[in-house]
């Protein structure tokens, strides 16, 4: 059973299905913000236990195929290192979960700050999405819009 579940992630299948995998988050942050479903499973460490198996799945698969670790650190050298790192498809998808993690991290965070200071889920909804599809720019908007809710400007909360 289990090798036929290795042969059917490939890097493409697993690409969709972490695509289609983090849209129900996303979809219970903006229009469920305060329910208990998103409290105890957005908002918590459950989807990034699951898109980190993913990672770890990705991992062992590219060790599997020798794929080269060390030159993931040539990325730090140059740009031109760095490009050539996303033309393999095992880096791209490792990169990709990295940001669909960290992405989804910070909407939960948005959201819980958002409660405490009793922002607006409409108003909420917009940095949201931004930070879905552009995460700093969204972060960003947010924190303009903490901004007029907090009365301050915290650089270190």
Do not use: C
Not at 111 to 132: C, N
């Amino acid at each position: 059973m289990i090798e036929q579940i290795f042969t059917y992630f490939t890097i493409e299948i697993l690409y969709f299905w972490v695509n289609l995998g983090v849209l129900p988050f996303w979809l219970t942050l903006i229009f469920f913000p305060q329910s208990n479903f998103t409290k105890y499973f957005v908002t918590s460490i459950f989807p990034i236990i699951l898109l980190g198996g993913s990672y770890i799945f990705v991992l062992y698969k590219a060790y599997l195929n020798t794929y080269d670790f060390d030159s993931n650190f040539e990325l730090y050298l140059s740009i031109s290192n760095l490009s050539n790192l996303f033309t393999s498809n095992t880096f791209l998808i490792l990169f990709w979960i990295h940001f669909l993690s960290i992405n989804l991290f910070v909407g939960g965070w948005i959201v819980r700050d958002s409660q405490k200071l009793l922002i607006g889920k409409i108003l909420v909804a917009v940095p949201l999405i931004i930070t879905y599809l552009i995460g700093p720019l969204g972060i960003f908007i947010y924190w303009l819009i903490r901004i007029f809710y907090a009365k301050s400007i915290n650089l270190y909360e």
